[in-house]
């Protein structure tokens, strides 16, 4: 069983930047899809960004050009690299792994097997 642990949120002012890691307690071999997912209260959890094999990513419409989803070379670590924060983008932050979907799935949170305990992030104005 996968275990994720991430970390790197915090809080920061409107304009600013923060980093999110997520270990896996194993070696994430280049399968399936990987993936960054919010959910501020009272609302559903999203997709942030995904990437599926370690060839394709995707990001929600949100974060584009501000948010960059990318793995280290030895495969064990995701991260999520957040520029230009909004009061919007806050949200408890979640990384997920799912070894079994294809491309299309990556960006809905249902069918991903593994999920780290979620990192909270928040923007003030």
């Known amino acids: 069983q996968v275990q994720l642990v991430t970390s790197g949120g915090g809080s920061v002012q409107a304009g600013g930047s923060l980093e999110l890691s997520c270990a896996a307690s194993?070696?994430?071999?280049?399968?399936?899809?990987m993936g960054w997912f919010r959910q501020a209260p009272g609302k559903e959890r999203e997709e942030v960004a995904s990437m599926w094999r370690d060839v394709v990513t995707r990001y929600a419409d949100s974060v584009k050009d501000r948010f960059t989803i990318s793995k280290d070379n030895a495969g064990n670590i995701l991260y999520l690299q957040m520029n230009s924060l909004k009061p919007e983008d806050t949200a408890m932050y979640y990384c997920?792994?799912?070894?079994?979907?294809?491309?299309?799935?990556?960006?809905?949170?249902?069918?991903?097997?593994?999920w780290g305990q979620g990192t909270q992030v928040t923007v003030s104005s």
């Open positions: 194993e070696y994430w071999s280049t399968r399936g899809c």
């Open positions: 997920a792994a799912g070894p079994f979907l294809v491309l299309g799935a990556c960006g809905s949170p249902d069918g991903y097997d593994y």
